[in-house]
């Protein structure tokens, strides 16, 4: 049982209390927000008890925002300037938008401003990204949950597609950034709807989670034991979901009624009907479609069931095609999977579960709320990882959703760390110069399954400088490329021959750097300065009233890994910081931070290494070595650790010789 | 124990190529329970950190040493061996080499003819000869310890994985194109 206590505004909540956290599904049609209260996960309704909100967002001429219901109702009226779907810009290039939607360009009434890394869109509020509008449904979403808890966020989990790149989720966690959030884990969304599902079944084996939403579509197989989901692989498409439903409705309804090219305004009338229509259809053989157009034409249509299954046949057996990947990506037959969750409201189309059901070869699993899982794994994640312990702990293994490696010689991708790597990942591989005397090397990060650069998404580029002068193939030049929790990339190059040393660590953010995230911080706390500062005083003091909080209850459980002296230190360090805290200097109780930060080192690995020990502790001798002498070797199965393809293998500086580095 | 220490002491199991695969499981759980990030949410950003790097650590290990062939490679590297580096190990090797090939063009072939029952009946054929090559290298390891034998037979291994994993491409190819063709599209 989980009690909330409600600290006054300002007031930090003492280190016993539970702390508020919520989960945040932001979806491409809906984003919902849900709470762990008194040990059940509930989605937060509205003022009007609407538990969704509708991921719409539309600028005024004024700079203010209106999201959800009350923007959609401007839909059709004000297209150009109420934005759906965003999510399906994040992180993405106008071009990959062109490419993605070529053949619906009637649908987007935006105008769209190419700008390196994501693409933008022109409102009568200014030139917003992606990042911005969808800042501004986690702020409503924010809103609504503090309304509901009555105090402040402690943090939030956020989840995306599983299928998402390093771009799409770097642009999400800088939508939470700016709308103020602190973000616990980026959770994939399969995998949240899992641990609700999981735990509210006591489920166990082998799982599918399938997930069609409105703008994207998951796969992902997991296996489930006490206290473990375990995602062993996960696939889907980034950009499929309702909407190219609607599309393809839509493009029936223009062949149909022989349409003249539509204004933003009929088109967007025009897809709102089809939606209804395609939703209607989940219950009914037919669907009337009545549209009077602003032209003074009127559309009058009757869409049948199976009209409508067979133009969207192939979008189906496109989602097909990714569960039969990832089966056997995770080695497994459809028959081993024991049971396959339904999620996402796509799913409530009668063709996209007769479909699956055949896949699988059983019925899908549909008694849970599609819409409202995914929000539901995620607070109650959210509440996991605040420390809200509710007795019962579970431990989330998941992987990455597509390969991470680097450009070599000739435009081919070098896989560093392959797609269905387990998270977090590290992993470094050698290279040398081309040239004698090359002094820099030009790094390239992509993501994707492709041989050839070109067709995988570039994440960064950058260069390392200051190798020494020496002679083509002598450099050892090591990069480092390290997945996080969130399945964020970041990539770090050395260059480590005989006493030099040169270093340069890359986040690949999408698009935005940091100081445009500063900016719009700094533009959303609008008019007055004074704010963004205040604001940027206080996140200072609640991280650091949570450093403080974290160290002294590490202190608590394990002061005897601790000399005296060091103790002292440390308290000294504290003691320090708490008083800054209390004044309103940012840069010193940043300062101070980093001192404790940097005093507890040490203790941090002796805890860490406690830690281990004790989990190998829990084994007797005799049975592992028992196991180790009777176990027959595992069946083989492929391995990508290494390929040689036709000739013998190169030698390890054949390979790195050969392997190359664009000089500059 | 710290972040360098080798894969089998972070498991701590026997430095050998025969291994209880639930045991290894069991232990994987068991560290990722102790060091995963979930595990530090809350905790001051050095533990935060460390728990990131321990977390990454015990999924390379757990990679490398359940796929037999990566851990064969991890054994002989440990024993300063790297069956990558031993150049020219494989060109003596003149019938296996050619055999290879033959596998190869037998691939090629069944790819261009569109055959799956071809390539199903090759990569079962495969499958058999892999798996007597793993019986043998466990032998060479566990039983004889000839590494210089083991370099050898997990070379081969090499060439033969890569192979199946061609064939499990053209099949996976060859059923998506199959897929689209039905889904009339
Ligand atoms: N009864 C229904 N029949 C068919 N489609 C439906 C039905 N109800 C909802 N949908 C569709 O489901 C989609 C929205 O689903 P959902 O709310 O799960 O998506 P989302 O979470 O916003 O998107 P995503 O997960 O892709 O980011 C819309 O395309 C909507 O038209
Ligand atoms: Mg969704």
Redesign the pocket.
């Known amino acids: 049982m989980t009690l909330f206590q409600i600290s006054e505004p300002g007031e930090s909540a003492a280190p016993h209390e539970a702390r508020l956290a919520a989960g945040i599904?932001l979806?491409?049609?809906?984003s919902l927000v849900a709470t762990v209260k008194s040990g059940m996960a509930t989605v937060l309704n509205d003022e009007q008890g609407r538990p969704l909100l509708p991921?719409i967002v539309r600028y005024l001429p004024d700079g203010t925002a209106q999201v959800g219901y009350e923007a959609g109702d401007w839909q059709a009226k004000d297209p150009r300037n109420t934005i759906v779907s965003v999510?399906r810009f994040m992180g993405r290039g106008v071009r990959d938008i062109a490419y993605g939607e070529a053949l619906h360009g009637e649908m987007l009434p935006y105008e769209f401003v190419d700008a390196p890394g994501m693409a933008r869109l022109r409102t009568c509020a200014g030139v917003k990204s992606p990042v911005e509008i969808s800042a501004e449904i986690l702020k409503a979403a924010r809103a609504r949950a503090e309304a509901h808890l009555g105090g402040e966020l402690a943090g939030v989990v956020i989840t995306v597609?599983a299928y998402f790149d390093d771009a799409q989720r770097q642009a999400t966690r800088d939508a939470a950034r700016l709308a103020g959030l602190n973000v616990f884990r980026l959770l994939n969304?399969p995998t949240a709807a899992a641990i609700a599902y999981g735990l509210d079944n006591a489920a166990e084996g082998i799982y599918a989670v399938y997930?069609l939403?409105?703008?994207?579509f998951d796969i992902s197989i997991l296996k489930l034991s006490r206290g473990v989901f375990e995602v062993l692989a996960t696939g889907g498409d980034s950009a499929l979901?309702?909407?190219d439903f609607?599309q393809r409705i839509f493009c029936w309804v223009l062949e149909e009624a022989r349409l003249p090219p539509l204004s933003s305004e009929d088109a967007r009338l025009i897809m709102v009907r089809v939606?209804e229509a395609?939703?209607f259809l989940?219950r009914h053989d037919k669907a009337p479609i009545t549209v009077k157009l602003s032209s003074g034409l009127t559309v009058d249509l009757t869409l049948d069931a199976r009209t409508f299954a067979t133009i969207t046949e192939n979008l189906v057996a496109r989602t097909l095609r990714a569960v039969k990947k990832a089966l056997r990506d995770a080695k497994l037959l459809p028959e081993e999977v024991k049971g396959v969750v339904m999620v996402?409201?796509?799913t409530?189309?009668p063709q996209v579960q007769r479909a699956v059901a055949g896949a699988f070869g059983r019925q899908p699993l549909n008694n849970l709320d599609?819409?409202k899982v995914v929000a539901l794994g995620a607070a109650i994640q959210a509440n996991l990882l605040v420390g809200n312990r509710t007795g019962e702990d579970w431990l989330l293994l998941d992987v990455i959703p597509l390969s991470l490696g680097l450009e070599t010689m000739g435009g081919l991708t070098e896989k560093i760390i392959p797609r269905n790597a387990a998270i977090p990942a590290a992993r470094a591989q050698e290279f040398t110069t081309f040239r004698d005397g090359q002094a820099a090397m030009s790094i390239h990060v992509v993501q994707g399954e492709r041989e050839m650069v070109a067709d995988c998404r570039s994440l960064a580029r950058f260069e390392l400088k200051g190798i020494p002068p020496m002679v083509a193939g002598a450099a050892r030049i090591r990069v480092t490329f390290q997945v996080d929790a969130d399945g964020l990339l970041s990539v770090r190059a050395r260059e480590e021959t005989a006493g030099v040393e040169a270093e340069v660590t890359v986040k690949p953010s999408y698009g935005l750097s940091d100081d445009e995230i500063a900016a719009m911080l700094k533009d959303s706390a609008a008019h007055a300065r004074e704010d963004a500062q205040r604001r940027a005083l206080k996140e200072a003091q609640v991280e650091a009233q949570r450093l403080i909080e974290a160290t002294e209850a590490a202190l608590r459980e394990d002061v005897r890994l601790l000399a005296a002296e060091e103790i002292a230190r440390i308290e000294t360090a504290i003691a320090r910081l708490q008083t800054l805290i209390l004044g309103d200097n940012r840069r010193e109780i940043t300062l101070a931070m980093d001192d404790l930060a940097y005093e507890t080192q040490e203790f941090a690995r002796r805890r860490m290494d406690q830690g281990i020990q004790r989990a190998l502790a829990g084994k007797r001798v005799e049975e592992l070595a028992r196991g180790a002498a009777s176990a027959p070797p595992m069946p083989a199965e492929p391995s990508g650790a290494f390929a040689p393809s036709g000739l013998p293998a190169p030698s390890a500086s054949e390979a790195s010789a050969s392997r190359p580095e664009k000089t500059t | 124990m710290d972040l360098t220490c080798d894969f089998f002491t972070l498991f701590r199991l026997a430095p050998r190529f025969r291994l209880d695969v639930a045991a290894l499981a069991a232990r994987y759980l068991e560290l990722q329970n102790s060091v995963h990030p979930d595990r530090f949410a809350q905790a001051g950003q050095a533990e935060r950190r460390l728990s990131m790097q321990w977390a990454a650590r015990v999924n390379e290990a757990y990679r490398t040493l359940k796929e037999p062939l990566a851990r064969a490679q991890y054994l002989l590297r440990l024993a300063g061996r790297d069956p990558e580096a031993a150049s020219g190990a494989l060109a003596e090797d003149t019938d296996f080499l050619m055999q290879q090939m033959e596998w190869r063009e037998e691939v090629r072939q069944a790819r261009q003819e569109r055959s799956m029952a071809a390539l199903r009946e090759l990569r079962q054929r495969l499958a058999r000869e892999v798996q007597a090559q793993y019986e043998a290298l466990a032998a060479r390891f566990d039983d004889e310890h000839d590494l210089a034998a083991a370099v050898g037979q997990t070379r081969r291994l090499m060439f033969q994985e890569k192979l199946r994993a061609e064939i499990d491409d053209a099949l996976a190819f060859l059923e998506d194109a199959e897929d689209a063709e039905n889904a009339g599209a």
């Open positions: 599904d979806g491409t049609t809906n991921s999510k597609p969304e997930d939403g409105g703008g994207t979901g309702g909407d609607d939606r395609k939703e989940s996402g409201g796509s409530r189309m599609p819409d």
